[in-house]
């Protein structure tokens, strides 16, 4: 291995979301993942990422192992926040188009309308699994959701994060085509949820990479030993200003921090929910297979549809405004 300092990422640490452009990720960061050893570590499907301590607990499960990757090129990464306005975003424009449902699992899995409509769309979506003995977690889930629900707060609650197997797995499949050639996925801090009451309410920090074979990632051998641990905020400090807006009334302070463009939790994890959606994948589940391939074709669909714009490669004379522009309007 070249004699080269390589990045340990610090997964943990809190940081404000970047809005307007891409996070950079650069050349010779590591990323692990424990991955399933009947299988590729790496294909042209999303694949999720972690810090070593994290993969090391999806690792322990039955023929998987730990596998560490490093980049040989810089990766252009969403940050979640910023990807789930860039989506609310195309879903409002576009809201009477006849193929607005191909929105349906995304709006789910990132909690893209209020809380109270989303647990609505919850009740569709495993209307079926909901009556069966083996949907006992995801009704608890439910449960957990409608019991924090408040529907007499003035502002409607947001929906919140659900990674579930199957509509996760829809919807990487979808975000994949949508972004393809624009961005190679997106990364997400630590989560509170109360869908996921088995992890304690909490979703770990993650990356998701579309099409991880063709953005360079290799596996590596071993550890290097030339390394240095940075923060995802330190990358964005590098290019973009953090923005704090506060506001003072009566002696309490609001305080709102976000960059723009120009704790802890223990538990033991099972198989991730997009390892799992692969699995069935490679066993030829017809159903799985079905919600694939009809993803694929309308996250196409989507991309012919719209104009998803990164700011970082337009010339200074394009506006704001124009980073989604629909193409029927």
Not at 22 to 29: D, R
Not at 55 to 68: F, M, S, T, V
Not at 156 to 163: D, F, P
Not at 253 to 260: E, L, N, P, Q
Request: glycine share 6%; with cysteine.
């Amino acid at each position: 291995m070249a004699n080269h300092v390589y990045i340990e990422l610090d997964w943990e640490e809190e940081y404000e979301p970047l809005y307007g452009s891409p996070i950079i990720i650069p050349t010779n960061t590591i990323l692990w993942r424990g991955y399933d050893t009947n299988y590729e570590p790496l294909s042209d499907r999303y694949a999720y990422f972690s810090s070593m301590e994290i993969a090391l607990e999806y690792a322990k499960q039955a023929n998987r192992d730990l596998g560490g990757f490093v980049t040989t090129r810089p990766l252009k990464l969403l940050d979640i926040r910023f990807m789930r306005t860039i989506l609310a975003r195309v879903i409002q424009m576009n809201q009477h188009d006849a193929f607005i449902n191909d929105f349906a699992s995304c709006i789910i899995s990132f909690g893209l309308c209020s809380l109270q409509h989303q647990i609505q769309l919850i009740k569709l979506r495993y209307k079926d699994i909901l009556k069966k003995s083996n949907g006992l977690q995801i009704k608890q889930s439910l449960e957990q959701m409608i019991r924090v629900c408040d529907t007499k707060q003035i502002v409607e609650q947001e929906g919140i994060r659900v990674a579930e197997t199957t509509n996760d797995g829809i919807t990487m499949t979808f975000l994949q085509e949508l972004f393809k050639g624009l961005y190679d996925g997106f990364i997400s801090p630590r989560l509170q949820t109360v869908f996921h009451v088995e992890k304690g309410g909490e979703l770990t920090p993650e990356m998701i990479l579309f099409h991880p074979k063709q953005r360079g990632i290799q596996q590596i051998a071993r550890v290097p030993e030339l390394r240095v641990t940075r923060s995802i905020s330190s990358f964005i400090r590098d290019k973009h200003q953090l923005i704090d807006l506060k506001m003072v009334k009566q002696g309490s302070a609001i305080s709102m921090k976000m960059f723009v463009s120009g704790g802890k939790h223990k538990k033991k994890l099972r198989k991730h929910p997009l390892d799992e959606f692969e699995d069935k994948l490679h066993k030829k589940d017809n159903s799985i297979l079905h919600f694939y391939d009809e993803a694929q074709q309308a996250g196409r669909r989507w991309r012919q549809h719209i104009a998803i714009i990164n700011p970082d490669e337009c010339t200074p004379a394009v506006e704001c405004n124009q980073i989604i522009k629909s193409r029927m309007s």
